[in-house]
């Protein structure tokens, strides 16, 4: 339950990473619903797992959904460049996460 805690939490910074998007192009309500909701639902589930899982495993698996959620949300969202560099290093992301998975 502590890592789906965690999951929750990177999904939430993924929302709270799209809320500042949509505020800076356009500052409407919606926009900065979905920013603090994000965060605040991301720092809620962080802190969460935080109960059980270390805090450099949960803090670095947190900033790798984070990190790398939004880089691809921006590229099937926001028109950003889905070059095979950038896929690459997100993958690299990914496997270092996974890998903290393993080893926790």
């Keep these: 339950m502590d890592w789906i805690m965690l999951i929750i939490a990177g999904a939430g910074e993924v929302a709270g990473v799209m809320g500042i ?3 800076n192009k356009k500052k ?3 926009s900065f619903v979905l920013l603090f909701a ?3 639902i991301s720092f ?8 059980t899982i270390s805090m450099g495993t949960a803090y670095a698996v ?3 959904i984070g990190a790398s959620g939004s880089v691809l949300v921006g ?3 926001f ?3 889905k070059d095979w560099k950038r896929l690459f290093f997100i993958l690299l992301i990914i496997s270092a996460v996974v890998g903290l998975k393993l080893i926790s």
Excluded at 44 to 51: E, G, I, N, R, V
Aim: net charge negative; no cysteine.
């Design 38 to 40: 994000g965060f605040i």
């Design 44 to 51: 809620l589930f962080l802190s969460l797992s935080m109960q």
């Design 75 to 77: 590229m099937l969202f």
């Design 21 to 23: 998007n949509q505020v």
């Design 62 to 64: 947190w900033t790798g």
């Design 79 to 81: 028109g950003e460049s």
């Design 28 to 30: 409407n309500f919606a």
